[in-house]
């Protein structure tokens, strides 16, 4: 079940789009925001809200590769894999995740701390390689550096 | 016309359209996946990458999609251009990747648009040599079988179940090259229309699972030109037939009716023809329960000697061709013929008929592109389901007339919907219950049918001071029908549909009068249709047969094709039956007459037959077998013509062919003479041959019978029609008529049928097939019906019972199909949630439903759809007695 005050912030985004459907995406951030991932049973919840399908939900849900329909770690680490970081390296990061966490893209830690997933270019290719954790952007990593700032999620 | 220059070739083109249409209408090879003639464009593919000049000096060029591409006059195009070539083998080679190339074990091998377009670009060694991704499939229900792997990403199918179909039950999900074509989660498909992606699917992702079963590929199988039988819209379709199986049906394409669509009661209700319950042998009852198989020519004259002796009744059916009712007709006498039908339906054909002499009914591609539509009484997905669907693509009529200033042309699919947006035209429903096409209504309202009539009748007097007047409607009634008064006359091409569903010749009165009125205020593109229930409702009716309640008295009674306990009430049947009357029932399967008949003859089923409906338009139009009757089965007409020629009869003695028993048909009924057009007749050759009903690839053809005798045998005779059961004859495009299948060098697919228009999405070349019987006549005025109904007075403690009817369960033979029987309701007795809950009952509780002092135990569903006073039972089930309605009934708790 939807909490009340998922419920409130997404019928306060349904004004602003002419169809309620259109508010789909917003919902799916806003859900997930609170509980990490998009389960069966949010989706079909946020479909009734909505008046949608869970054919037409999930269609959208299942596009963007940053909603997450299995659960997640504390934290998701995105690994950026297009061209700049590709040629300065990423893999030397992806190899030194796989060692200390023993996880490779797509799986999470056993203690849920993290989840490790590729992403497309960030936009910070002057800066390459390049990672997001959560919401933080982190520029020119090398292992050493990359080490020091896994420990700042716990 | 504009002029383009195809590799330097000048053409006349359709300057509406885009470069790939025309191509194709030019007959030229351009490969393509996503584009369909029934979709239009979206450019997702890129598969018809052809080059684009400048101008004449223009060497270099820039590709393009053809299908994205306006015609413009002067355009020059090369198709053969070697960066044209190379990008279109790139493009296939691109979507092979992931391709399992598991061609020899899928269903659509042999009439695949991916092998003929692979081939078609010369792309024939892979160098792709990495994991493949792979995907789990879906059960989607017993018609539709799901094979991921094998898709190349065109998004055909999304875009016809979900934009042009209205299914919401399937998606596309995921991204890159990851994107999964199916549903949430494993089930059924609901939506009706389901089983064209068979043919829309240009892979084999989606094929036919109950072909698969009994699987024959396209080349192996011998085809015949053929008409539904599963209802009154008279959709054409390709039977193939192998082993004395009939395997699987595809799309005849008709530009007038289905156009490259067919329902799924239609593509699928075939297998009653391999029923068990067939009967196959003539057989006399000797004693209750006890038969005695009889030889073909003593059953004849077992019959003929009834004849001779005179004292012989005859029912008709609206599921029997018109020339079969045409030999029982004459078998017995015109006044000794009656209807197969309920006196109330029989009347209401009448009525139908009577409508079409005023006005021409609309092909549903006139429905289409209707731009205000009223459904008066119909739940047409479930009656006349292809017409729904076709209904469906009018509300974007008004919305791509907005588009014009945007010079978003039509064909451009994607911007066109995204410019109308969830914008829809004007449509209304007033139905007894919900119906499939309430999603795309702009109101919808629900009420018995004579309160639909009177709203029918308000609305005609809104438009029209001459028409009745409706006394005590309720000022929101009548307030609706201002609403849709306005909508209807502000069009241009209004739309009335309507049909026999609810037994109500008020709605049908009402719905005339709405037409009349349109077209008395000069629009004169306002069109009324009306559904009929079965293959030949109209064809039969046309015969004139007398009411069913009047056949009673004689010595011996034939019934043709047809269930009475269908059709009237069991005691009713009993009693016709009652005392030592013979009856004599024809018939394909096994049903509750033929079990009472003194003697039952075997009559081909339609597949192995050849004949006339007559559809909803009153268009004639000729079906052919696909295989001969096998053993002692026979058409039902040779039956009857044994049978007079056994007593003497002159007239019917004679007839060696169909087109014998037609010419007879044409000098007795004159009126019916223009069926002699409905197809060539059976002496037509083309260059001195027959049409072949195999493809000229047929294999096993020496080996087929070899276990019976080493000999080839000659092909069985067809003296009914031009066609040849052999891969042998005239190769070429026949009339559209006798087009046993689509096939053309280099297009094994269903695609084909771009071959044989005069233009895509066009006629079929040398004209639509079928004659209309009904031409209007000269000056079709009409008055208006003044009968309108007075208002419903509700019963204390009894309720009004309608049919609800199912697309899988109200019609009889389909029923005989596993997969559809399988679709079919259990019978139940469906209540509004108020009326229920003021009896006390829940849902699937059992209920006593009383009508004419019987009670029925049925289980309780709540419709909250249903109109207060109303109540509902699933129409035409065999598990319920035939029940004429509406009709008032009590209802109680039931027991157990
Ligand atoms: S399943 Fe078939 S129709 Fe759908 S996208 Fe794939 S290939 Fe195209
Ligand atoms: S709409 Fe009627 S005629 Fe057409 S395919 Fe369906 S059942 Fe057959
Ligand atoms: S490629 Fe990694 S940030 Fe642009
Ligand atoms: S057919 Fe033109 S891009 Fe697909």
New binding site residues.
């Given amino acids: 079940m939807l909490s009340a005050d998922e419920r409130r912030e997404i019928e306060a985004e349904i004004p602003r789009y002419p169809q309620r459907q259109a508010a789909c995406i917003d919902a799916l951030k806003i859900v997930q925001r609170r509980r990490g991932w998009i389960s069966d049973e949010s989706l079909r919840d946020i479909a009734e809200l909505l008046g949608m399908t869970l054919d037409e939900l999930d269609a959208v849900a299942t596009f963007y590769n940053l909603i997450y329909r299995h659960p997640v770690g504390r934290h998701v680490i995105l690994l950026c894999n297009s061209v700049s970081c590709w040629i300065v390296g990423y893999s030397r990061l992806r190899e030194h995740l796989r060692r200390r966490l023993g996880i490779d893209f797509g799986e999470t830690t056993p203690d849920r701390r993290f989840t490790l997933l590729p992403i497309v270019c960030l936009g910070a290719c002057d800066h390459a390689p390049v990672l997001m954790i959560d919401q933080d952007l982190h520029r020119d990593l090398d292992p050493a550096g990359l080490e020091r700032v896994l420990e700042s999620y716990r | 016309m504009a002029t383009i220059y195809v590799d330097d070739r000048p053409c006349r083109v359709d300057p509406q359209q885009n470069l790939l249409h025309v191509c194709l209408s030019l007959g030229f090879n351009l490969p393509y996946f996503c584009w369909h003639p029934a979709l239009g464009s979206v450019g997702a593919c890129r598969q018809c990458a052809v080059k684009l000049f400048r101008d004449a000096h223009d060497r270099r060029g820039k590709l393009v999609m053809a299908c994205m591409t306006p015609v413009a006059d002067g355009a020059r195009i090369s198709l053969a251009d070697p960066d044209a070539l190379a990008f279109r083998a790139g493009i296939i080679e691109g979507m092979m990747h992931n391709h399992p190339h598991d061609c020899p074990v899928c269903d659509e091998g042999g009439e695949c648009h991916l092998q003929d377009m692979t081939v078609m670009t010369g792309h024939d060694y892979r160098r792709y040599s990495f994991p493949k991704r792979t995907f789990r499939n879906q059960y989607l229900g017993p018609l539709v079988n799901h094979e991921m792997n094998r898709c190349i990403q065109c998004y055909r199918c999304v875009r016809f179940y979900r934009e042009y179909a209205g299914g919401r039950d399937f998606n596309v999900f995921g991204i890159r090259n990851l994107v999964y074509f199916g549903r949430y989660q494993d089930g059924v498909l609901e939506n009706e229309f389901a089983g064209n992606l068979d043919e829309v699917c240009p892979t084999g992702v989606f094929t036919d699972a109950t072909h698969k079963r009994h699987y024959t590929r396209k080349w192996d199988l011998q085809f015949a030109p053929s008409i539904?039988i599963?209802?009154?819209?008279?959709?054409n379709?390709s039977p193939g037939e192998r082993y004395g199986l009939l395997r699987r049906i595809v799309n005849r394409y008709h530009q007038d009716l289905?156009s490259y669509f067919?329902?799924d009661?239609?593509?699928y209700?075939y297998e009653f023809v391999n029923s068990e319950s067939r009967l196959r042998q003539a057989r006399l009852g000797i004693a209750a329960g006890k038969w005695q198989s009889l030889a073909a020519q003593p059953a004849a004259a077992w019959l003929g000697k009834l004849l001779a002796a005179g004292d012989v009744i005859g029912i008709g059916s609206p599921r029997a061709s018109l020339e079969a009712n045409y030999a029982l007709r004459l078998a017995v006498g015109p006044r000794r013929f009656f209807a197969g039908v309920s006196d109330v339906e029989l009347r209401l054909l009448r009525l139908a008929a009577d409508l079409l002499r005023r006005q021409p009914a609309p092909t549903l591609r006139e429905m289409e592109s209707a731009d205000a539509v009223l459904v008066l009484g119909e739940d047409v997905t479930n009656t006349?389901?292809?017409?729904a669907l076709s209904l469906r693509q009018a509300v974007r009529q008004q919305p791509l007339a907005e588009l014009e200033p945007l010079k978003i042309p039509v064909w451009l699919d994607h911007a066109a919907r995204e410019a109308a947006q969830e914008r829809r035209g004007p449509f209304y429903i007033a139905t007894p219950a919900a119906t499939r096409l309430d999603d795309i209504a702009a109101e919808t309202w629900h009420a018995a049918p004579g309160e639909l009539a009177r709203l029918g009748f308000a609305v005609a007097r809104v438009l029209d001071e001459s028409a009745p007047a409706v006394a005590d409607l309720p000022p929101p009634v009548q307030a609706l029908a201002g609403r849709i008064a306005a909508a209807l006359s502000s069009a241009r091409r209004p739309l009335v549909v309507s049909g026999l569903a609810c037994r109500s010749a008020a709605l049908l009165e009402a719905s005339a009068n709405i037409a009349l009125a349109l077209r008395r205020s000069r629009q004169d593109h306002a069109r009324l249709a009306i559904a009929v229930p079965e293959?030949n409702s109209l064809g039969l009716a046309l015969l004139d047969p007398r009411p069913l309640s009047e056949a009673a008295g004689a010595e011996a009674l034939i019934v043709l094709e047809n269930d009475l306990y269908r059709r009237a009430s069991a005691s009713w049947v009993d009693e016709l039956l009652a005392g030592e009357r013979r009856l004599i029932a024809l018939d394909c399967l096994e049903h509750p007459t033929t079990r009472r008949a003194s003697l039952v003859l075997p009559a081909a089923a339609w597949s192995e037959d050849e004949g006339t409906f007559v559809n909803y338009e009153g268009r004639a139009q000729r079906y052919f077998a696909a295989c001969p009757p096998p053993g002692e089965i026979q058409s039902s007409w040779r039956w009857l013509r044994d049978a007079m020629r056994e007593a003497g009869r002159e007239a019917a003695a004679g007839w060696q062919s169909l087109d014998d028993l037609l010419a007879g048909l044409a000098r007795d009924l004159p009126a019916l003479a223009p069926v002699l057009n409905a197809a060539p007749p059976a002496d037509f050759r083309m260059a001195g041959a027959r049409i072949p009903r195999q493809p000229h690839r047929y294999s096993g053809r020496t080996a087929i019978l070899a276990n019976l005798d080493v000999s080839e045998p000659p092909p069985p005779p067809d003296p009914d029609s031009p066609l040849a059961y052999s891969m042998e004859g005239n190769p070429d495009q026949p009339p559209a008529a006798l087009l046993p299948f689509a096939w053309a060098p280099g297009w094994n697919s269903y695609q084909a049928w771009n071959k044989f228009q005069e233009e895509i999405y066009g006629p079929l070349r040398g004209g639509n097939p079928g004659v209309l019987l009904l031409a209007p006549e000269p000056r079709p005025a009409g008055d208006f019906f003044r009968n309108v109904p007075p208002p419903l007075a509700g019963r204390d403690g009894e309720w009004l019972l309608l049919p609800l009817y199912h697309i899988f369960g109200s019609e009889m033979l389909s029923r005989y199909a596993p997969a559809i029987r399988q679709l079919s309701p259990a019978p139940y007795l469906a209540l509004s949630a108020a009326d229920a809950g003021s009896l006390g009952l829940h849902a699937g509780e059992n209920v006593a439903l009383w009508l004419d002092g019987r009670a029925i135990t049925l289980s309780l569903k709540i419709r909250p759809d249903l109109p207060p006073g109303c109540a509902g039972v699933p129409a035409g089930l065999e598990a319920l007695p035939a029940l004429e309605l509406p009709a008032w009934s009590r209802i109680e708790r039931g027991h157990g």
């Fill in positions: 539904c599963h209802c009154g819209v008279g959709c379709l289905n067919l329902c009661r239609g593509r209700g006349a389901p292809r017409m293959a």
